[in-house]
C-alpha cells in the first residue's frame, strides 16, 4: 500500500481544493467561479455577516476575481443551483439528477424532514405558485406554530417540504429571501432527471469527494449524508475491485484515494502566499479531519457564550506555508469601511513571522477590499499556547 507523508497529505488536500495553487489563465470571471462549484461539489450556505457571508467567502478564497454577484449570475444561468448537501448549499447543476433519490425519499415518507407535512397546505401553496408565478414566504398568509422547536408559519413549512421533495426550487434570492417556483419551470430543458441507481449515487458521492479532497476515510464521506453508509461501503468495495480508487497510509491510518487526486502532487503550491477562510469553508467543515491532517483543532465559537470563548466570536482560519497556522476574529465596521481584526491568534507550529505578516498583509487588503473596506486594522496579536 502506498503511503503520504503528513507534509504531502497537507498539499494534496489544499490543492484538491482549489487553495494555493495556479490560478488558470484561460476563462472570464463568472467560468473561474462556475469552476470552484465544480471542484468542490457544494458551497454551503450561511446567514452570519460580520463579515461577507460564508458562500461568497467560500468562493472568493478559490477566485481572487470573484463578485458577489457571480452567484445571482449563476443562479439565473441554470447553472447552479440551491439543495442540501450535508447542509444548506449551492451545487453545480451539472450534478442535480443526484438529489433526485433523498427527494424521492421524502416524498415517499422513507425518509424524514424537521417539519410535518401538511399536504392541504402543500397544495394550496402549489396551486398559487402554479397559477401566479414564483412566490416568496412572505407572500403567503398565514399564523406562527412551533413544530419540533423550529418556529415557522405553515405555509414557510409547505414551501420548504415542497423545496426538498422536489416539486419546488429556488430560482433566486431577494434581499437573502427564498423565491419558489415550479421545479419544471426552473430545470434547464437539456438536464438528465433520471433517477440513479443506488451503485451510480454510490460511486458518484465516492468519487465527488475524492475530486474535492484528494483522500477520505468511509466516515468522512458519509459525513452528515444520511443513510448512505451502506452505499458508499458497497460503492468503495467496487471502486478498489475495479482499481479506479485504491488506499494509502496517511501517518499510519489508512484512506482511499485515486490517481487523478495523486496526480495533482506533481503540482506546485503557493507556500508563500496567506489565505483567509471561512469556518464554513469546505476544507475546514469535518473539524475532526482539520486535526488529523492540519493539526488544527477548531470551533466556531460564535455559538460559544462570551464568557467561555477562546478565540472571538467569528474567528477565521489562515492559511499561510501550506498549513493552518493562525486565525483572525474578524468584524467589518460598516459605518466606517474598516475591516477589524479584533485579535489576531498565532499557532505554535508558525514560523518565520516576519515572511508570515508579509504575506498576511497581502490578503487582508484584499480580504478588506472584498468586505467593502478600504483598509484593515489589526487591534490585538497574541501567540496561542
Request: charged share 25%.
Amino acid at each position: 500500500m502506498k503511503s503520504l507523508s503528513l507534509s504531502q497529505a497537507k498539499k494534496l488536500s489544499l490543492l484538491s481544493q482549489g487553495l494555493l495553487s495556479k490560478v488558470s489563465k484561460t476563462g472570464n470571471k463568472l467560468d473561474k467561479t462556475l469552476a470552484v462549484f465544480n471542484k468542490l461539489g457544494y458551497v454551503q450556505i450561511d446567514t452570519i455577516s460580520v463579515v461577507q457571508r460564508a458562500h461568497h467567502h467560500t468562493l472568493f478564497s478559490r477566485n481572487s476575481h470573484y463578485n458577489i454577484d457571480h452567484l445571482d449570475q449563476l443562479v439565473a444561468n441554470k447553472e447552479v443551483f440551491e439543495y442540501w448537501s450535508h447542509a444548506a448549499a449551492y451545487l453545480p447543476m451539472q450534478n442535480y439528477r443526484f438529489t433526485l433519490l433523498r427527494k424521492a425519499a421524502l416524498k415517499r415518507g422513507e425518509q424524514k424532514h424537521w417539519f410535518t407535512k401538511d399536504k392541504k397546505m402543500m397544495s394550496h401553496v402549489l396551486t398559487r405558485i402554479e397559477s401566479e408565478g414564483p412566490l416568496m414566504a412572505k407572500d403567503f398568509a398565514s399564523q406562527n406554530i412551533k413544530s419540533n422547536g423550529w418556529g415557522a408559519k405553515p405555509t414557510k413549512q409547505a414551501l420548504e417540504m415542497l423545496f426538498m421533495q422536489g416539486d419546488l426550487m429556488i430560482t433566486e434570492r431577494k434581499n437573502f429571501h427564498k423565491v419558489y417556483d415550479l421545479t419544471s419551470r426552473v430545470l434547464p430543458n437539456t438536464i438528465n432527471t433520471s433517477i440513479p441507481t443506488n451503485e451510480e449515487h454510490g460511486q458518484f458521492l465516492v468519487l465527488n469527494y475524492l475530486k474535492a479532497h484528494g483522500f477520505g476515510t468511509l466516515s468522512e464521506i458519509t459525513y452528515l449524508l444520511k443513510n448512505s453508509k451502506a452505499q458508499i461501503t458497497q460503492a468503495l468495495n467496487e471502486l478498489v475491485e475495479s482499481k479506479a480508487i485504491e488506499r494509502i497510509l496517511i501517518n499510519k491510518t489508512p484512506f482511499f484515494t485515486c490517481d487523478s487526486a495523486l496526480n495533482l502532487l506533481n503540482d506546485r503550491l503557493n507556500k508563500k502566499q496567506a489565505k483567509i477562510i471561512s469556518p464554513f469553508d469546505n476544507l475546514l467543515i469535518q473539524r475532526k479531519r482539520a486535526r488529523t491532517i492540519f493539526e488544527f483543532d477548531y470551533l466556531l465559537e460564535c455559538y460559544v457564550p462570551e464568557a467561555k470563548r477562546q478565540f472571538g466570536y467569528f474567528c477565521l482560519p489562515i492559511i499561510w506555508d501550506g498549513n493552518l497556522v493562525a486565525r483572525a476574529d474578524c468584524k467589518v465596521d460598516k459605518t466606517e469601511n474598516v475591516l477589524n481584526v479584533n485579535h489576531l491568534h498565532l499557532e505554535p507550529k508558525l514560523k518565520n513571522q516576519e515572511a508570515f505578516f508579509e504575506a498576511l498583509d497581502i490578503e487582508l487588503i484584499s480580504f478588506a477590499k472584498f468586505n467593502g473596506c478600504q483598509r484593515y486594522v489589526i487591534n490585538k496579536v497574541s501567540n496561542t499556547p
